[in-house]
């Protein structure tokens, strides 16, 4: 059965370090998503792509956050400063074009800031 | 914009018991609705959704939830639970068709006793 790949499955890195996450959605999948999801509360979208393009962007705190898809398939989110308060689970999901919103969520990877 | 509320954060419920979960959702058009099941460091798995039709829906391991539109519920039944439905519960809602964002609650978590 097809799934979403993360890695790493886990990460601790100090404050003011850059850490980066990769996702490998389902094969075929159009659309991908990045949330994160802080202990406690339900996951929060923090971009949307539609193949290479961003369709939502608009919870991505863009002073330290940036998210690439650049060939439409995989994909990269990557924080630099890394700080206390983005410590969570970071979780990506992919749909298919006409799923009617169904996500395929990965295992995520669980960050810890120092 | 459209939220959702899960009014229970924990429930603890004695094996081969029947549970209820709530949910509830706001918004000003017409929904989609969906019930997530998270076990411990694990991704998100798409328990059941509701698009469209019958407002009694059926998903997997034994689920079923009832959509009520004058209500603006979507609560989550299990007639009979067992230990393996020891899990966090996440319910989501989105409003477009087609790889829109989903909103969650904020998770109930779901204890099992033997």
């Known amino acids: 059965e097809a799934e979403v790949a993360q890695s790493p499955r886990y990460k601790i890195t100090e404050k003011s370090q850059a850490v980066a996450f990769w996702c490998d959605p389902i094969?075929?999948?159009?659309?991908l998503y990045w949330y994160r999801q802080i202990l406690g509360q339900g996951p929060e979208l923090l971009v949307q792509?539609?193949?290479?393009?961003?369709?939502?962007d608009s919870q991505l705190p863009k002073d330290r956050f940036s998210a690439e898809r650049l060939k439409g398939v995989d994909s990269t989110l990557k924080i630099q400063p890394a700080e206390l308060g983005d410590s969570a689970m970071y979780l990506c999901?992919?749909?298919?074009?006409?799923?009617?919103?169904?996500?395929?969520f990965g295992p995520g990877t669980r960050l810890t800031v120092l | 914009a459209q939220s959702v509320t899960q009014l229970d954060s924990q429930v603890p419920v004695f094996e081969e018991a029947p549970v209820e979960l709530r949910c509830n959702y706001s918004s000003s058009v017409s929904v989609y609705l969906f019930w997530y099941v998270q076990y411990p460091n694990q991704g998100l798995q798409l328990l059941l959704k509701?698009?469209?039709?019958?407002?009694l829906v059926k998903g997997i391991n034994g689920f079923e939830a009832e959509f009520n539109k004058s209500q603006t519920s979507f609560h989550l039944r299990k007639p009979s639970v067992h230990i393996s439905d020891t899990a966090e519960y996440f319910c989501a809602v989105s409003v477009g068709f087609g790889n829109e964002k989903l909103t969650f609650g904020t998770g109930t978590r779901l204890t099992i006793i033997p």
């Open positions: 792509f539609q193949d290479e393009s961003v369709v939502d």
């Open positions: 509701y698009l469209s039709g019958s407002t």
């Open positions: 999901a992919s749909s298919p074009r006409s799923s009617y919103n169904e996500q395929f």
């Open positions: 094969s075929g999948h159009a659309t």
